[in-house]
Antibody, heavy 121, light 108 residues
């Protein structure tokens, strides 16, 4: 069974940094692209970033480009999101998600339960 | 950036009825459109990808159609567990893989 467990969320002041992690199990991690998708409280879904199986292809939403960095460690079956210069509008539940293929297709076949990031002074 | 507009915002139906949800793209996305279901307090679940392909384990009462700019998710006969929020998402032009704003399917 695919399991994606996010961690690292919390309350952070505007302008500060936070690093999210996602521990994957139940599948061959380095066979799939991965994503971060977020959902502000009471709002819809927003794709944040994606990374191919070998980190050769990476993409970001315009809203986070230059501030967030996605990475993965296939040896540790882990996905990361380094978030710098956080803003109030980054407040959301952040989901770790698995693509259908090794390269980024945006077809998200599995999701974690999310980790909540709150940006507030 | 491609904008996806879902309609209606809320759909009120009874179990056993047929549900038809719409997603319109601001420009052609070919057949690169997916549908997700999200229940309160849960993560989304993939239902349909590339307009008409059911994801693994999705019941046959869910079907998708359309191409270009107009897409439809149909639930042939609503079960109690189908009442949820539904999102469409395009992958034709990324980044980003934009989502629609959602349609809430509620019990009448």
């Amino acid at each position: 069974e695919v399991q994606l467990v996010e961690s690292g969320g919390g309350l952070v002041q505007p302008g500060r940094s936070l690093r999210l992690s996602c521990a994957a199990s139940g599948f061959t991690f380095d066979d799939y692209a991965m994503h971060w998708v977020r959902q502000a409280p009471g709002k819809g879904l927003e794709w944040v970033s994606g990374i191919s199986w070998n980190s050769g292809s990476i993409g970001y939403a315009d809203s986070v480009k230059g501030r967030f960095t996605i990475s993965r460690d296939n040896a540790k079956n882990s996905l990361y999101l380094q978030m710098n210069s956080l803003r109030a509008e980054d407040t959301a539940l952040y989901y770790c998600a698995k693509d259908m293929f090794p390269y980024i297709t945006m077809i998200v076949v599995a999701w974690g339960q999310g980790t909540l990031v709150t940006v507030s002074s | 950036e491609i904008v996806l507009t879902q309609s209606p915002a809320t759909l009120s139906l009874s179990p056993g009825e047929r549900a038809t949800l719409s997603c319109r793209a601001s420009q052609s996305v070919s057949s690169y459109l997916a549908w997700y279901q999200q229940k309160p307090g849960q993560a989304p679940r993939l239902l349909i990808y590339d307009a008409s392909n059911r994801a693994t384990g999705i019941p046959a009462r869910f079907s998708g159609s359309g191409s270009g700019t107009d897409f439809t998710l149909t639930i042939s006969s609503l079960e109690p567990e189908d009442f949820a929020v539904y999102y469409c998402q395009q992958r034709s032009n990324w980044p980003p893989g934009t989502f629609g704003q959602g349609t809430k399917l509620e019990i009448k």
